[in-house]
């Protein structure tokens, strides 16, 4: 859709504006109602987008910013409203992403030649534009859905210009993770108690977290685990302490699959809270490493002699996600089993492009999701190599691919109905020639 990339991507338009506002001779290019963009705004989006490797036309960032300026216009007819805490917590997110990128607050700060709180200002408007933009362009194209003869037609019409679908893998799993000791998680736990301690007795809470802390993002800008979270985004043993507690109070050390966490509640707003944590995770000796090894190494002898990979991964394997479906691995991010080049761990990529279908592979040391190190059997359930999509094979991708189709289209047809009603003029030659008629 071609308002996602400008939503996406900005981290925001402002974000490079004090890099790049002082080698660009600003001027208006378009006034759309009451308000207007300026040449500054088009060349920064576009250092923005070739910053993250996207060679982008002026002229299609300069109909994206038109096209949010409307959207923005249409918020105000609707009486659509964003909160000011709405506003707070999208910055609090950005504010997250670039002190991490940029080494801490202080080097955001030196960046910007601006404070923090200057900094906030700064990214208000912009910031609440984009997100009455964003909510506008879900109540058009939000309910759009497609039928299966949808998705038949719009293969039909573009069966010779469907593109190319990527080699893919479907792999199933036995995760062995190493025991940690009872003595060595009873030390670990002792630790955790100390450093709370030390919070407790008045030692800064972020000191803490970038000195001891194993979770190395968060530790990195004091503990502070970014956005604003409902108990669904955490674990439900954090969640469970975590919301106990009131703005500034410190919890009791709270174990889970992570290790051990100390937790401070930095602002509770309704079902949301800003948290810090600090996290200490369990150190596997080398022994408790070999015993792993071992494990693994004979279960691969034992399958096939007297168990089947699926029976072995409901038996033996320490992942609870896969443990019960045999071992079969789920795409987190399509909800599929397939996966495609740069979605696996590179150790298991590049043992899985040797493979053969139906092949198991050697014991291999790799990392959870939780990012401790275990020991992995990989079965290679399929392979599909790179093709151009067919309905008959891709049908998700193509049903997707109309998906967007059609909510293109939908979002097109409510612009140009929009063109005609908002005074818009366009004062910069150069962009006089861009397509604004918004067609398929």
Known sequence: MIFRKLVLLTVSICSFAAVSAQSVLDQIVVVVGDDMIKQSDIENQQMLLEQQGEKTSKCEIFKEMVMQKFLVDQSKIDSVVVSDGEVAKEIDRRISILTGTKGGLAQLEEFYGKT?????????????????????????????????????????????????????????????????????????????????????????????????????????????????????DLVSEFAAAAFRLKEGEISRVVKTDFGYHIIQMVELKGEKAKLK??????????????????????????????????????????????????????????????????????????????????????????????????????????????????LVDDYSDVKEMALEAKKHSTLNAWMRAKVSQVFMSVKSEEYQACDLKFED
Not at 316 to 324: F, L, M, P, Q, V
Not at 326 to 353: A, C, H, I, Q, R
């Open 277 to 390: 944590h600090i996290l200490l995770k369990p150190r596997v000796t080398q022994g408790e490493m070999q015993a792993a090894f071992q494990k693994t190494d004979s279960i691969r002898r034992a399958i096939g002699d007297s168990l089947t990979f699926e029976q072995a991964a409901a038996k033996y394997s320490t992942d609870e996600k896969t443990r019960n479906n045999g071992g079969l691995y789920m795409n987190p991010y399509t909800g599929t089993s397939k996966f495609e080049e740069g979605m696996l761990d590179p150790t298991v990529w590049y043992t899985l492009k040797s493979m053969k279908v139906g092949e198991i592979s050697e014991p291999m040391l790799t990392y959870d999701e939780k990012g401790s190190q275990v020991y992995k059997l990989v079965k290679l359930v399929s392979y599909t190599p790179e093709h151009t999509a067919t």
């Open 116 to 232: 923090e709180f200057e900094i906030r200002n700064d990214w208000k408007p912009v910031i609440k534009d984009q997100l009455l933009a964003q909510k506008v362009q879900n109540s058009i194209i939000g309910d759009v859905e497609v039928s299966p003869n949808d998705v038949r037609m719009f293969y039909v019409s573009h069966k010779d210009s469907m593109p190319k679908v990527p080699t893919r893998y479907e792999l199933a799993q036995i995760v062995i993770k190493p025991t940690i000791t009872a003595e060595e998680d009873k030390a670990l736990r002792k630790k955790a108690e100390e450093i709370r301690q030390r919070a407790i007795n008045g030692e800064n809470f972020s000191k803490l977290a970038v000195l001891y802390s194993d979770d190395s993002e968060s530790a990195k800008i004091g503990g502070l685990l970014g956005d604003y979270m409902s108990r669904g």
